[in-house]
């Protein structure tokens, strides 16, 4: 191996806020991705007859399923406001450091929000 | 700038990317909007909600610029962190296997003629 400076520590890596958002939109894009599949199933389970629909209904009171369902709940949440962000960007609006930064904490805040909106309906 | 069409290059990609981002960014939370009033408790209410033709045509539209816009996403994730050429089409292969299922799946639901007739 040549001798360079290799950074590769995660933990010792500082990313700006708007480098978090950016590697969460591809993380939670990833999550829809997978969950695509799934979704469908549960679709065809619930539309199926009373008894598909029973199961389904069954599986989501599962706190397990809640979770599941709330992660995703974040996950569409951040991609979608990330994701808006994104498209600003290439409109060129908000490029500079300082917009930047608090559109970027905007897209956190936001998410975060639409979470605790969905956790106190799934769990309250 | 390049076109935004014909092969080997990324800009008609990218603009697919940003052209169904902006759809799914409206239709989605319509949806979910749509189904959160509904709120339907037993099986007769959550079937009779995608009883309207345009309801089905137009969840099937959605998932299938979901498949499209899921298919750039994948795919720029791969080309940045998978290396070895071979894993990485391998991985692409799957992603598209997965979405034109979920799309052709969707569309057997939406239009199943024993469930919402022929029309």
């Known amino acids: 191996m040549p001798e360079r400076p290799v950074y590769l520590n995660l933990l010792r890596i ?94 956190l805040l936001a998410s975060g929000l639409v979470v605790l909106l969905f956790a106190r309906k799934l769990f309250i | 700038m390049k076109a935004a069409s014909g092969s080997h290059t990324g800009t008609g990609v990218w603009l697919l990317q940003r052209a169904t981002a902006l759809l799914l960014a409206l239709a989605l939370p319509g949806l979910g909007i749509y189904f959160l009033a509904a709120q339907p408790t037993d099986y007769a209410g959550w079937q009779s909600l995608f009883e309207p ?9 959605t998932v ?7 298919w750039v996403g994948m795919r720029d994730i791969f080309m940045d962190y998978v290396r070895p050429t071979g894993l990485r089409l391998v991985l692409l292969l799957a992603v598209i296997v997965t979405l034109a299922g979920s799309v052709a799946w969707l569309a057997a639901i939406m239009f199943n003629p024993a469930m919402w007739g022929t029309a």
């Open chain 2, 64 to 70: 299938a610029a979901l498949a499209l816009h899921a």
């Open chain 2, 53 to 61: 033709l345009g309801m089905r045509v137009l969840m099937l539209l």
């Open chain 1, 14 to 107: 500082h990313l700006p806020v708007s480098g978090w958002v950016s590697i969460l939109h591809r993380l939670s894009g990833g999550l829809l991705f997978l969950a695509v599949p799934f979704g469908v199933w549960g679709l065809s389970q619930s539309l199926s007859d009373e008894a598909g629909f029973d199961r389904v209904a069954n599986w989501l009171g599962h706190p397990l399923a809640k979770l599941f369902m709330l992660i995703l709940v974040w996950a569409f949440a951040h991609h979608l406001f990330a994701g808006l962000r994104h498209l600003a960007l290439d409109a060129h609006w908000g490029l500079d450091p300082k917009h930047a930064r608090r559109s970027s904490i905007t897209v």
